[in-house]
């Protein structure tokens, strides 16, 4: 998810900036301002109780806008974030958005504030009170409303600066450079949650075609460690002289040197939506270090893919594999195979196992075709992250 908060005195350009970024950036906006005038319009009981205070240019009590909020929030579960608009509003309500965020397992990202001198906020609303029919835009109520700013919404900004999500854009340059100081921060913002997919599945289960397949659909860099081992014994790199020395006396590549090559990947892939990983991890060892590795990078693995095969169709597919020209070196004897096909379960079905506490694995029947497969896995990626399209 993506929650972003908009900051900044009334007529900042808050609900201006709101529209250009919930398109954008696919949120879904929740104004408190513009809740209340629907409860008002339709004469709720929320809204009776608001109606004066709005009137005055006062702020509505904290207990009406958690309510007001929670219900917004939970009629809304799938969305790809929230855009807040007018809220939070004072110390209180930014701890109720906090707490708010943590109950869907999420953090608010950025608080983004528009910066106004107080006169300009009162020329502008006072301009668009001409135009508005809004009863809180004339001078003595606009006034009032600064104040209520000055007092009671500015300290939240001390807040947000402490949990480092506080920054702030000039909001007396035009529409479209404050649009586009907006854009930037977001898309750093963005930039710092990757998608990051692990596809599970035994050897021959397909999982390096379909990982392929779903890293170019959806952008996404495919690490495979085993075929990265093998381009640097191809290139003849130092790492692929030390590893071809170690295949050759039969020794297992050591885990600092796939770290090494991993962290090189990603610090080569700056302009990602994320990442597939194939082959890694393999251990448990392994997939401490995946969770180390992507938490420098402020990241962390957010779909795992599991692709079921039956046992005798793996063996089937392995051995006709094996007299293809598409062989790979390990696929050269049965023994070798079922040495595979046994390190998979041995070693890896932990770590899948492990996952299944921590996340929600997806499993997907591999029996089918590979544009069957293909379906189900896009299906699925699809369903966690709705702007991935
Ligand atoms: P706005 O449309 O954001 O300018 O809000 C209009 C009026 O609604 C404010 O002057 C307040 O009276 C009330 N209001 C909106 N959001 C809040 C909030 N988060 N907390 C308290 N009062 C609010």
């Given at each position: 998810?993506?929650?972003?908060?908009?900051f900044?005195?009334?007529?900042?350009?808050k609900?201006?900036?709101?529209?250009?970024?919930?398109k954008k950036?696919?949120?879904?906006?929740i104004?408190t301002?513009?809740i209340?005038r629907?409860?008002?319009?339709n004469?709720?009981k929320l809204?009776?109780?608001?109606?004066?205070?709005i009137?005055q240019?006062?702020l509505?009590?904290?207990e009406i806008i958690?309510?007001?909020?929670?219900k917004?929030?939970r009629?809304?579960?799938?969305?790809?974030?929230?855009?807040?608009?007018g809220?939070?509003?004072?110390?209180?309500q930014?701890?109720?958005?906090e707490?708010?965020?943590?109950?869907l397992?999420t953090?608010?990202d950025?608080?983004i504030?528009?910066?106004?001198p107080?006169?300009?906020?009162?020329a502008?609303?006072?301009?668009?009170?001409?135009i508005s029919g809004?009863?809180?835009?004339n001078?003595?109520?606009?006034?009032?409303?600064l104040k209520?700013?000055n007092?009671?919404?500015?300290p939240?900004?001390?807040?947000?600066?402490?949990?480092g999500?506080?920054?702030?854009?000039n909001?007396?340059q035009s529409i479209?450079?404050?649009?586009?100081d907006?854009e930037?921060?977001?898309n750093?913002e963005?930039?710092k949650?990757?998608?990051n997919?692990?596809i599970?599945?035994?050897?021959?289960?397909?999982?390096?075609?379909?990982?392929?397949a779903?890293a170019k659909k959806?952008?996404?860099?495919?690490?495979?460690?085993?075929s990265m081992l093998?381009?640097?014994?191809k290139k003849n790199?130092?790492?692929?002289?030390?590893v071809k020395?170690?295949?050759?006396?039969?020794?297992l590549?050591?885990?600092?040197?796939v770290?090494?090559?991993i962290?090189?990947k990603?610090?080569?892939s700056?302009?990602?939506?994320g990442?597939?990983?194939?082959g890694?991890p393999?251990t448990?060892?392994?997939s401490?270090?995946?969770?180390?590795?992507?938490?420098?990078?402020e990241?962390?693995?957010?779909?795992?893919?599991?692709i079921?095969v039956?046992?005798?169709?793996l063996i089937?597919?392995?051995?006709?594999?094996?007299?293809t020209?598409?062989?790979m070196p390990?696929?050269?004897s049965?023994?070798r195979?079922?040495?595979?096909l046994?390190d998979?379960?041995?070693?890896t079905?932990p770590v899948i196992e492990k996952?299944?506490e921590?996340h929600?694995?997806?499993?997907?029947?591999?029996?089918?075709?590979?544009?069957d497969v293909l379906?189900?896995?896009?299906?699925e990626?699809?369903?966690s992250?709705?702007?991935?399209?």
């Amino acid at each position: 998810m993506l929650n972003i908060a908009l900051f900044g005195p009334p007529g900042a350009g808050k609900g201006t900036q709101s529209e250009y970024l919930i398109k954008k950036f696919k949120l879904f906006y929740i104004s408190t301002g513009d809740i209340l005038r629907k409860e008002l319009a339709n004469e709720t009981k929320l809204g009776l109780q608001a109606k004066s205070i709005i009137a005055q240019g006062g702020l509505v009590s904290d207990e009406i806008i958690v309510q007001i909020i929670e219900k917004t929030i939970r009629s809304n579960p799938d969305v790809n974030g929230f855009l807040f608009d007018g809220f939070p509003r004072t110390f209180v309500q930014a701890y109720i958005l906090e707490g708010l965020m943590i109950k869907l397992n999420t953090t608010l990202d950025l608080l983004i504030s528009i910066e106004v001198p107080e006169e300009e906020s009162v020329a502008r609303l006072i301009e668009r009170g001409k135009i508005s029919g809004r009863m809180d835009d004339n001078e003595e109520v606009i006034r009032n409303r600064l104040k209520e700013y000055n007092d009671k919404t500015l300290p939240v900004l001390k807040f947000f600066k402490e949990r480092g999500s506080y920054r702030s854009i000039n909001g007396l340059q035009s529409i479209e450079k404050v649009k586009d100081d907006i854009e930037e921060l977001v898309n750093v913002e963005q930039s710092k949650k990757l998608l990051n997919i692990v596809i599970f599945g035994s050897p021959g289960s397909g999982r390096g075609s379909i990982g392929k397949a779903i890293a170019k659909k959806y952008d996404l860099e495919f690490v495979a460690t085993g075929s990265m081992l093998e381009d640097e014994i191809k290139k003849n790199t130092p790492t692929g002289k030390e590893v071809k020395s170690l295949y050759e006396n039969g020794q297992l590549v050591p885990d600092e040197i796939v770290i090494r090559l991993i962290e090189q990947k990603i610090e080569n892939s700056k302009h990602v939506k994320g990442f597939i990983f194939k082959g890694y991890p393999r251990t448990l060892v392994q997939s401490y270090i995946l969770d180390g590795i992507l938490k420098k990078h402020e990241s962390s693995i957010n779909k795992i893919i599991e692709i079921e095969v039956d046992m005798l169709e793996l063996i089937r597919r392995l051995d006709k594999r094996s007299k293809t020209d598409s062989a790979m070196p390990y696929d050269s004897s049965t023994e070798r195979i079922v040495q595979r096909l046994e390190d998979h379960k041995t070693k890896t079905i932990p770590v899948i196992e492990k996952y299944k506490e921590m996340h929600d694995v997806a499993v997907i029947n591999g029996m089918a075709s590979f544009d069957d497969v293909l379906k189900k896995v896009s299906t699925e990626i699809e369903s966690s992250f709705k702007n991935i399209k």
